[in-house]
């Protein structure tokens, strides 16, 4: 056939064609493996702000007079917690994170436990009292607090980011527990049954009993959870959160910071106030991150508190990355993962 044949034929066609709406090629399936960020060293930090539903356990004991559990026992104002925590929080972090309380809810109730037990105000007495021994299983049922408070529609909506719990002994609560599609370790098994919510988010458990210190405490043991699940895909010298915690116990003339229960010269667990002198790189961790200039300083625990559990975790919150850059696909201001699980890769 002639060229010019052929060439006004395919033309017809394609008219033709165009009338009855002929599809387009389907473009090829793009791929389900998330593409890693690009290292960029000049990449911002950003303030990470988490919205708060604080809810408080703090049940009336006797009605005649009123008086609820924590006064009973003279133990610490909620607020007054909250209020340190998150001063702290903002402090230590060097501004890169920072809470925001939405809503307070107080409940007059004990909490209860995963068979259904609740205490009374009588049962309870007797447990503080050593008369009766404390109700098994201890764990409090999650699932009927996120219903009762509407918990996983409200993370849904983007109302709030993450809630706190304010209880007692025995209670039943986790220090931190994670939630949602994806939830992880968050030193407690993930809360299975809650990806309605349509995001990770976290449950922190505390206790009016205890201060501000032990609070920060709680937090550390979710701020090591999430760096694990943050650096672990990389090895050897390219996971630095591994280089972060190091001791001279476990790692005789390279020590670190440490974890949240081991100073940089510690023994044993919670051992804050140890004599002993030992190098660290902790000043380099502070001052030098990501460029470390090999800055090892002998260092004491009067560089954390000489024992003092709040002076201690101040300390070492304070040494967490919260620069700009980003390296290994990971970001320089760890904070951003620490407060906001939703950043840290699957």
């Known amino acids: 056939?002639?060229?010019?044949?052929?060439?006004?034929?395919?033309?017809?066609?394609?008219?033709?064609?165009?009338?009855?709406?002929?599809?387009?090629?389907?473009?090829?399936?793009?791929?389900?493996?998330?593409?890693?960020?690009?290292?960029?060293?000049?990449?911002?930090?950003?303030?990470?702000?988490?919205?708060?539903?604080?809810?408080?356990?703090?049940?009336?004991?006797?009605?005649?007079?009123?008086?609820?559990?924590?006064?009973?026992?003279?133990?610490r104002r909620t607020e007054e917690l909250a209020t340190g925590f998150m001063s702290d929080i903002v402090q230590f972090s060097h501004g890169m994170a920072r809470y925001q309380v939405v809503e307070r809810i107080d409940v007059d109730e004990f909490p209860a436990k995963v068979d259904g037990f609740r205490y009374t105000p009588q049962t309870f007495?007797?447990?503080?009292?050593?008369?009766?021994?404390?109700?098994?299983?201890?764990?409090v049922d999650y699932h009927a607090i996120l219903n009762q408070f509407n918990v996983l529609s409200r993370v849904a909506n983007n109302e709030i980011d993450e809630a706190w719990v304010f209880g007692f002994p025995h209670a039943g609560f986790y220090e931190s527990r994670m939630a949602g599609p994806g939830a992880f370790w968050c030193n407690a098994p993930a809360l299975k049954n809650t990806e309605s919510s349509g995001r990770r988010f976290v449950i922190m458990g505390f206790s009016y009993e205890r201060g501000v210190g032990e609070m920060l405490e709680s937090f550390g043991h979710r701020v090591?959870?999430?760096?694990?699940?943050?650096?672990?895909?990389?090895?050897?010298?390219?996971?630095?959160?591994?280089?972060?915690?190091?001791?001279?116990?476990?790692?005789?003339?390279?020590?670190?910071?440490?974890?949240?229960?081991?100073?940089?010269?510690s023994e044993r667990d919670y051992d804050w106030n140890n004599s002993s002198t030992v190098k660290s790189e902790c000043y380099d961790w502070l001052l030098n991150f990501p460029d470390f200039k090999g800055d090892i300083r002998n260092v004491t625990a009067s560089e954390w508190g000489r024992g003092d559990i709040r002076a201690h975790h101040q300390w070492w919150l304070k040494h967490i990355p919260h620069v700009a850059g980003r390296q290994n696909g990971i970001h320089n201001n760890w904070w951003q993962y620490i407060i906001d699980p939703q950043k840290v890769g699957n």
């Open 125 to 139: 007495m007797d447990v503080l009292r050593n008369i009766s021994s404390p109700h098994m299983p201890q764990e």
């Open 224 to 265: 090591e959870s999430t760096l694990v699940k943050t650096f672990g895909h990389l090895k050897g010298d390219e996971n630095l959160w591994q280089r972060f915690i190091r001791y001279e116990k476990v790692a005789p003339g390279k020590a670190a910071v440490g974890n949240i229960h081991f100073a940089p010269n």
């Open 1 to 75: 056939m002639p060229k010019s044949r052929r060439s006004f034929l395919q033309s017809l066609w394609d008219f033709i064609a165009s009338l009855f709406g002929r599809k387009k090629p389907t473009p090829p399936p793009q791929s389900d493996i998330p593409v890693e960020p690009v290292d960029d060293p000049n990449e911002p930090a950003k303030v990470t702000v988490s919205k708060v539903l604080v809810i408080v356990y703090d049940p009336v004991m006797d009605p005649a007079n009123g008086k609820k559990l924590s006064e009973r026992m003279g133990w």
